[in-house]
């Protein structure tokens, strides 16, 4: 093993596709007496600027053949990098077949995610997979005793440092973990491939599932302070967290991410001007409303309690007046598409609120995957991008709901759909006025919705429960009466679920008893 006095570099292969900072690197590599080996595009470069450069053919003695498909595939090249300097045998092999060692491996790939995302055909993306590049980052990774390996510009300062501290050589910490850099750069890499060819194939879960993410940041500690947490970004550009700008305020922290991702995906399911107030990955006030502000003042109005330091998702631009109405309501994140100067301006007098700015609303119909861990693997499954279809709802009462009822009943389960089972929602008007998440039973679930939207009413100063006169939505089927006619007792008017309890028949005779109007939807919405 090598020890760690610094290894000189004597000669060097560059071959980028991403051409940042290529001609600075190149110019000081050359002043510290390094060779430079190079290939296509980037020896042109190289020597437009004037910069001593040695054609990778030239080195090797052999053509680019195949289209530039085999040109660095070549034992004068491997065995210049793989070559293990303190093997006797390997020294012997290098002076027996010509070879000379090489020290730096300069070289990032193909762009590969890049074709396939701007749609190109077949043919394109398959000549956009590289092969001789992760050949070499691999073999220089493996054999870091000796030989260092940058895989992208943002690592070219490091070196260069590293080069002028110890005299144009590099030290085993630093190889090492460019070594390990580098083997995510391939393994990602070969995930994107990998990804892409299953898909063409029609493949959403194909034998081997590989991903990869890039760290964002590394977050002050996770849920809780006394566990460790980082972010990740998979590069997709969806609309929301992971693509936000943040304006203003302190940095997120891992409750704030999984809070907001919650609030902005709900948001998007609205046309309407909406806001969403989350608090612990549950909504606690929706609403759509005429305007941005008045849909704030409806959704605040469900559990005023609840929102003090919660997130606000919006689906409109954040203007001054919506600013102004949150007055010294303490929150932790604001997120929406844009943001008008006066807005930003004054927001910026509260310092620690985070102010994310998306540029645009996501799909909530998008085809998208959700990854959970659990002990010794990982559960993968599509994402619940399903709407409501008004043409399959179902009305299987006597009585038929009002036409503002039905608004109401889709608004009510399309919530359902973002809390927490089980998961009882009552709206009125475009708003919810109660909802009740995450309990064990269906019937706690809607006697807590009840019990939030009377809390909420006696704030208002109201002389009866919000929850009169509202719908109720379920995100799964009722199994027995009891948690239908909690509802009743709260006194929605009009239920909405998913049906398909052996006791269908039960529940609705219930609901006629009581004189509600039910639909189903056919499909649940359970979240866990």
Same mark, same amino acid.
């Given at each position: 093993?090598?020890? !760690?006095?610094?290894?000189?570099?004597?000669?060097?292969?560059?071959?980028?596709?991403?051409?940042?900072?290529?001609?600075?690197?190149?110019?000081?590599?050359?002043?510290?007496?390094?060779?430079?080996?190079?290939?296509?595009?980037?020896?042109?470069?190289?020597?437009?600027?004037?910069?001593?450069?040695?054609?990778?053919? +030239?080195?090797?003695?052999?053509?680019?053949?195949?289209?530039?498909?085999?040109?660095?595939?070549?034992?004068?090249?491997?065995?210049?990098?793989?070559?293990?300097?303190?093997?006797?045998?390997?020294?012997?092999?290098?002076? =027996?077949?010509?070879?000379?060692?090489?020290?730096?491996?300069?070289?990032?790939?193909?762009?590969?995610? *890049?074709?396939?995302?701007?749609?190109?055909?077949?043919?394109?993306?398959?000549?956009?997979?590289?092969?001789?590049?992760?050949?070499?980052?691999?073999?220089? !990774?493996?054999?870091?005793?000796? $030989?260092?390996?940058?895989?992208?510009?943002?690592?070219?300062?490091?070196?260069?440092?590293?080069?002028?501290?110890?005299?144009?050589?590099?030290?085993?910490?630093?190889?090492?973990?460019? +070594?390990?850099?580098?083997?995510?750069?391939?393994?990602?890499?070969?995930?994107?491939?990998?990804?892409?060819?299953? +898909?063409?194939?029609?493949?959403?879960?194909?034998?081997?599932?590989?991903?990869?993410?890039?760290?964002?940041?590394?977050?002050?500690?996770?849920?809780?302070?006394?566990?460790?947490?980082?972010?990740?970004?998979?590069?997709?550009?969806?609309?929301?967290?992971?693509?936000?700008?943040?304006?203003?305020?302190? *940095?997120?922290?891992?409750?704030?991410?999984? @809070?907001?991702?919650?609030?902005?995906?709900?948001?998007?399911?609205?046309?309407?001007? !909406?806001?969403?107030?989350?608090?612990?990955?549950?909504?606690?006030?929706?609403?759509?409303?005429?305007?941005?502000?008045?849909?704030?003042?409806?959704?605040?109005?469900?559990?005023?309690?609840?929102?003090?330091?919660?997130?606000?998702?919006?689906?409109?631009?954040?203007?001054?007046?919506?600013?102004?109405?949150?007055?010294?309501?303490?929150?932790?994140?604001?997120?929406?598409?844009?943001?008008? *100067?006066?807005?930003?301006?004054?927001?910026?007098?509260?310092?620690?609120? /985070?102010?994310?700015?998306?540029?645009?609303?996501?799909?909530?119909?998008? +085809?998208?995957?959700?990854?959970?861990?659990?002990?010794?693997?990982?559960?993968?499954?599509?994402?619940?991008? /399903?709407?409501? @279809?008004?043409?399959?709802?179902? $009305?299987?009462?006597?009585?038929?709901?009002?036409?503002?009822?039905?608004? @109401?009943?889709?608004?009510?389960?399309?919530?359902?759909?973002?809390?927490?089972?089980?998961?009882?929602?009552?709206? =009125?008007?475009?708003?919810?006025?109660?909802?009740?998440?995450?309990?064990?039973? /269906? $019937?706690?679930?809607?006697?807590?919705?009840?019990?939030?939207?009377?809390?909420?009413?006696?704030?208002?100063?109201?002389?009866?429960?919000?929850?009169?006169?509202? $719908?109720?939505?379920?995100?799964?089927?009722?199994?027995?009466? @009891?948690?239908?006619?909690?509802?009743?007792?709260?006194?929605?008017?009009?239920?909405?679920?998913?049906?398909?309890?052996? =006791?269908?028949?039960?529940?609705?005779?219930?609901?006629?008893?009581?004189?509600?109007?039910?639909?189903?939807?056919?499909?649940?919405?359970?979240?866990?």
């Amino acid at each position: 093993m090598a020890d !760690a006095t610094p290894v000189s570099i004597a000669r060097a292969i560059i071959s980028v596709s991403d051409k940042t900072g290529l001609v600075e690197l190149g110019r000081a590599l050359a002043a510290h007496g390094v060779e430079i080996l190079s290939t296509g595009g980037s020896a042109k470069a190289l020597a437009a600027a004037g910069i001593a450069v040695t054609e990778v053919s +030239a080195h090797t003695g052999f053509p680019e053949i195949m289209d530039g498909r085999v040109k660095t595939l070549h034992p004068t090249v491997h065995g210049g990098i793989l070559a293990r300097r303190d093997e006797a045998e390997h020294l012997a092999a290098m002076e =027996r077949h010509a070879i000379r060692p090489i020290d730096l491996v300069i070289v990032n790939l193909y762009p590969f995610r *890049e074709t396939v995302a701007r749609g190109a055909a077949w043919d394109e993306c398959v000549e956009n997979i590289d092969i001789g590049g992760p050949a070499m980052i691999r073999a220089a !990774a493996k054999n870091h005793d000796f $030989v260092a390996v940058v895989t992208a510009p943002a690592q070219y300062p490091a070196l260069l440092e590293e080069l002028s501290a110890h005299g144009g050589g590099t030290t085993l910490p630093l190889r090492r973990r460019l +070594a390990a850099e580098a083997y995510a750069h391939t393994a990602a890499y070969d995930a994107a491939v990998a990804g892409w060819m299953a +898909a063409q194939a029609g493949e959403t879960f194909p034998a081997t599932f590989v991903a990869a993410a890039e760290r964002r940041q590394v977050l002050r500690y996770g849920e809780n302070p006394h566990q460790q947490a980082a972010f990740y970004t998979t590069g997709e550009q969806r609309a929301g967290v992971a693509t936000a700008r943040q304006v203003q305020g302190k *940095e997120l922290s891992f409750n704030n991410f999984n @809070d907001t991702d919650a609030a902005f995906e709900l948001a998007a399911e609205f046309v309407q001007p !909406a806001v969403v107030i989350v608090k612990h990955a549950n909504p606690c006030g929706v609403a759509t409303g005429a305007t941005i502000l008045d849909a704030w003042g409806r959704a605040l109005a469900c559990d005023p309690v609840s929102a003090f330091g919660g997130i606000v998702a919006i689906n409109r631009p954040l203007d001054k007046a919506l600013v102004d109405a949150f007055g010294k309501l303490f929150l932790e994140v604001i997120i929406a598409p844009d943001a008008t *100067e006066e807005a930003m301006a004054a927001l910026a007098r509260k310092a620690n609120l /985070r102010l994310l700015l998306t540029g645009g609303m996501p799909d909530p119909a998008a +085809a998208a995957m959700n990854l959970r861990s659990v002990a010794g693997g990982y559960l993968l499954q599509t994402r619940d991008a /399903r709407a409501i @279809d008004p043409a399959a709802l179902q $009305v299987v009462t006597k009585r038929q709901p009002t036409p503002q009822e039905m608004a @109401d009943l889709v608004f009510a389960f399309t919530i359902a759909k973002h809390v927490k089972s089980n998961a009882i929602v009552y709206a =009125r008007d475009g708003a919810t006025v109660g909802i009740g998440a995450g309990q064990m039973s /269906r $019937v706690d679930s809607a006697r807590m919705a009840a019990w939030k939207a009377e809390e909420a009413g006696r704030i208002a100063g109201l002389t009866e429960s919000p929850a009169k006169g509202a $719908v109720a939505a379920s995100d799964a089927f009722f199994p027995f009466a @009891d948690g239908l006619l909690a509802t009743a007792a709260a006194g929605a008017t009009a239920v909405i679920q998913p049906g398909g309890s052996m =006791r269908d028949a039960e529940v609705i005779a219930a609901a006629d008893e009581a004189g509600l109007a039910m639909v189903l939807t056919g499909h649940r919405h359970f979240r866990h």
